[in-house]
């Protein structure tokens, strides 16, 4: 299953037992009516968050997963879902402006190849 949209929140990794650390990541989908879809990634796959910036357009490759807890004061069930990522990818979009990760503009084709002419005129003027 797959989610789409843009990041809008990456957390810290937390440890959660000598053996068990996760990470937080929310993605902000699209449409009329978008949502905050709360993720996590676990385990090895913490890294894969260090790859992503808030704003990126991106396509998680989710697992559903479900368990019942039983609370140990009333006995009360509960049933806990969640959305675990175990891939993402950055969609990149020629219209999108996209900026490395110290916040400088990339170029896409067409502004690659508007700079080097301006650069290869003859007085290096850009007009």
């Known amino acids: 299953m797959d989610v789409q949209g843009t990041i809008y929140k990456v957390g810290e990794v937390q440890q959660i037992s000598d053996k068990f ?27 894969m968050a260090d790859q992503i910036n808030i704003g990126d357009n991106v396509n998680a490759s989710i697992n559903l997963r479900g368990r019942e807890w039983t609370n140990p ?12 990522i175990w891939r993402i990818e950055v ?10 990760s110290h916040g400088t503009p990339k170029m896409n084709g067409d502004m690659a190849n508007q700079f080097n002419e301006q650069q290869n005129s003859s007085d290096g003027l850009p007009f």
């Open 91 to 100: 969609v990149e979009s020629e219209t999108q402006t996209q900026t490395t």
């Open 73 to 84: 004061k009333d006995g009360s069930v509960r049933y806990i879902n969640t959305i675990e």
């Open 21 to 47: 650390r996760k990470r937080e990541i929310v993605i902000r989908t699209g449409g009329e009516y978008p949502q905050l879809i709360g993720c996590q990634v676990t385990q090895d796959k913490c890294e």
